[in-house]
């Protein structure tokens, strides 16, 4: 089966730096995605990794660990406008993008 | 970047009645897209692959005589929720790979609120 988990709802301060965590069991493995989904809209994309390491873009950070099936979004100097949902998703053997529960971040002042 | 389009952005309609819903790539042609549906406070699921050409492939549990999908050309796929029902109320997403553009992203489109009387 697959099974993709992460926190249902983080805080953290504005300012301040968060890491959202993200397992996962797949069948198979062709990439994993962060998306960040505001209340009402659709996904947008952050980032993707495919190996193992970090990925940097701006204030925002992407870790995989292929071996372990984790994943973490870092991010940094937290805005306000960053409150959202953040969606961790795997894209597995059939090309097909699976998502994750998803973690509601609210940044507060 | 890519951008991907749907039309209706909300509809609202009676039960029993059948809804038709348009995803476009506007500035790419996609073999392949995706539907989505998300119910309030959850993630998205997948509910179906679309394929330019050929049958939709449905994911287990979902009606494909209830969510009909056509993929005819490299820029349009319709999802047609027949007969709805109360429960059918939902969001619905469409999602495609630009795959000139190395075909990593899968970009989304702004969904299709449905609310079913």
């Known amino acids: 089966g697959q099974n993709i988990d992460q926190p249902t709802e983080m805080t953290a301060t504005e300012g301040a730096i968060v890491q959202i965590n993200c397992t996962y069991q797949?069948?198979?493995?062709?990439?994993l995605f962060w998306y960040q989904q505001h209340a009402g809209e659709a996904p947008t994309f952050l980032s993707y990794?495919?190996?193992?390491g970090l990925e940097e873009k701006g204030r925002f950070s992407s870790f995989l660990s292929r071996s372990k099936g984790y994943s973490y979004l870092l991010l940094k100097e937290l805005q306000m406008k960053d409150s959202a949902s953040y969606l961790c998703a795997v894209r597995g053997a059939i090309n097909k993008l699976i998502f994750g529960t998803g973690t509601l971040l609210a940044v507060q002042p | 970047g890519a951008v991907v389009s749907q039309h209706p952005s909300r509809v609202i309609c009676k039960s029993g009645t059948s809804v038709k819903i348009e995803c476009r790539s506007l500035d790419f042609q996609a073999t392949t897209m995706f539907w989505y549906r998300q119910f309030p406070k959850q993630s998205l699921m997948l509910m179906a692959t679309s394929n330019e050409g050929s049958k939709a492939t449905y994911e287990q549990g979902v009606e494909k005589d209830k969510f009909l999908i056509n993929h005819a050309s490299l820029t349009l796929s319709t999802l047609t929720v027949t007969s709805a029902h109360p429960e059918d109320s939902s969001f619905y997403i469409c999602?495609?790979?630009?795959?000139?553009?190395?075909?990593?992203?899968?970009?989304f489109g702004p969904g299709t609120r449905l609310l079913v009387l």
């Open positions: 797949t069948s198979g493995f062709n990439g």
């Open positions: 990794n495919v190996l193992d």
């Open positions: 999602s495609a790979r630009d795959l000139t553009a190395g075909g990593e992203t899968q970009y």
